[in-house]
């Protein structure tokens, strides 16, 4: 079957401007097999789309426009194991179809995982009630929401350029993806099959995420400190019911380092039941730069995504 990891067949859709920007880099960098749909209100957007399948929407408030978005997006979606939806809260073309696209993905029970941001926290106070709007409708259809904080990456770098910090936000995007996804592609120690991974984020609800890198002495305590700390965590983790783990690294990781780090996430939790679903991913690189989280490097890398949160 084309395109598929392992026999997962995954789809990608991206939802106005950010959504094509976020596909596009995962294109031009081959960073993941999938299936990549841009659906867009502009045209301009979809011109400078990569994706193999375009779908204009002449009109969010027409019947008839949104009734073809439906048409295409089931025939596009046949067979699909797994569909993301990338966008951005607040922006009209991303906040109202995000909802639609999901009902449908929804409705042919597919796993569906809606990577959004959140506007900054300066930004027009409309846009801020659509956004959130947005994410409360688009709870009844997806599977989990993983939301980026535009401030949390503001806050971050505040000496950098709003373009930059768009290109910051762009990138983490990229990175949920290809994290969620290497456990279904690469071999490791302990793998993970594609039911491992749906059980985890299938009607999950409120989700976090977390990520770190670290190499030399105590890699792995550093790593997984650096993931249950991450600037972009809305929240910790204390409390989640089920966490995914990822953990990349050369084959040189030790039993004694897995184990670490197993066991510095469950103790963050606090939850005495957590469920723990883990795969390891075998990646011989060297450790660069720390910011770099998809930048190759021989060193450990510690991917979480923490859901089924008690309150």
């Not at 025939?75 to 699909?80: G, L, R, S, T, V």
Request: charged share 25%.
């Amino acid at each position: 079957m084309k395109n598929t990891l392992n026999g997962v067949k995954v789809k990608i859709v991206a939802l106005g401007k950010i959504g094509s920007n976020v596909i596009n880099k995962m294109i031009l960098n081959n960073i993941v097999k999938a299936d990549f749909i841009a659906v867009d209100t502009e045209k301009v957007n979809l011109d400078s789309s990569k994706a193999s399948k375009k779908i204009f929407v002449s009109s969010i408030t027409s019947f008839e426009a949104m009734e073809d978005l439906r048409k295409q997006t089931e025939k596009e979606f046949q067979n699909a194991d797994m569909v993301f939806i990338i966008a951005e809260m607040g922006e009209k073309t991303g906040t109202l179809l995000s909802s639609a696209v999901a009902e449908i993905a929804k409705s042919m029970n597919i796993l569906t995982v809606a990577i959004v941001s959140k506007p900054f926290d300066f930004e027009d106070l409309n846009k801020i009630k659509l956004a959130k709007k947005g994410k409360e409708r688009l709870k009844h259809f997806a599977d989990t929401i993983i939301v980026i904080p535009y401030q949390r990456l503001n806050d971050l770098y505040t000496n950098l350029p709003m373009a930059n910090i768009y290109e910051k936000g762009e990138k983490a995007f990229v990175t949920i993806v290809k994290g969620i996804l290497d456990l279904i592609k690469k071999q490791g120690i302990v793998n993970l099959d594609f039911a491992d991974i749906k059980s985890i984020l299938q009607n999950s609800g409120k989700t976090v995420l977390g990520f770190g890198k670290a190499d030399g002495e105590d890699r792995a305590k550093k790593a997984v400190e650096q993931a249950l700390n991450t600037p972009l965590l809305e929240r910790s983790i204390k409390g989640a019911g089920k966490i995914l783990m990822n953990i990349t690294s050369g084959k040189d990781i030790r039993l004694e380092e897995i184990s670490q780090i197993a066991t510095a996430v469950a103790k963050s939790s606090e939850n005495p039941d957590l469920f723990l679903a883990w795969g390891t991913v075998f990646e011989e690189t060297k450790f660069e730069n720390s910011e770099d989280f998809e930048q190759k490097g021989s060193c450990v890398k510690v991917y979480l995504i923490a859901t089924n949160f008690s309150d």
